[in-house]
């Protein structure tokens, strides 16, 4: 009986997870701060899981996180770049310790992105690679392609090469863990 009784729970915990948590799939790659980034997605009209997939790349979510290259807050933005991108969005002084800041920093992040969004016509391995290489490396890359469009396997940086890899994966996992929660709720409800 007591078993019985136990499965019943565990089923019942399960189903309630994945209604309302999304778990457990979000335990495997967690994801914070999404009312922010769902705002500034329909903002900027960029895929909130992609978005999703670059933070947790860049961050892992932490948003005092900090790179040896100096890149700052859950986007991780170099400080020069966020302050180019401030002016252009009308922010006053920003400063480094801002950049910590979760709704200044995936403003500012999704904002640049946006800008690469359109520069590389929805490219997305162009605009990764712009994104953690620099735009001129990426636009190099794409002038050595005769028709102008790179794989993965284009990219020479094999730092550049892993970061897009891991975010693709990433944004892939998280449409598919999108996917079999929205069958689970279809299903349950």
């Known amino acids: 009986m007591k078993k019985a009784v136990v499965i019943i729970l565990v089923t019942g ?12 799939f979000n335990a495997i790659i967690p994801v914070f701060h999404k009312q922010t980034i769902l705002y500034y997605s329909q903002a ?13 790349a860049e961050s892992k979510f932490l948003s005092k996180a900090r790179s040896r290259r100096g890149a700052v807050g859950l986007m991780q933005l170099m400080p020069a770049t966020a302050r180019e ?5 009308g ?12 709704k200044k920093n995936i403003n500012l992040g999704m904002y640049y992105l946006s800008k690469l969004d359109k520069m ?17 490396n990426a636009l190099s890359w794409k002038a050595d392609n005769p028709e102008g469009k790179i794989t993965v396997n284009d990219i020479p940086y094999r730092e550049t090469k892993r970061y897009v890899q891991r975010v693709l994966r990433t944004y892939q996992w ?7 929660t929205k069958l689970i709720r279809e299903k349950i409800i």
């Not at 900027?44 to 997939?53: E, G, K, T, W």
């Not at 922010?91 to 979760?102: A, G, I, V």
């Not at 998280?174 to 079999?180: D, R, S």
């Open 13 to 24: 915990l399960a189903i309630f997870s994945v209604l309302y948590f999304e778990m457990p």
């Open 44 to 56: 900027y009209n960029i895929d909130p899981l992609f978005v999703s997939a670059i933070i947790k």
């Open 85 to 89: 991108l401030a002016d252009e969005l």
């Open 91 to 102: 922010y006053k002084n920003l400063s480094e310790k801002d950049l910590e800041d979760p």
């Open 120 to 136: 590389f016509n929805g490219d997305k391995i162009l605009m990764l690679s712009a994104y953690n290489a620099g735009i001129s």
């Open 174 to 180: 998280l449409k598919e863990t999108q996917k079999i």
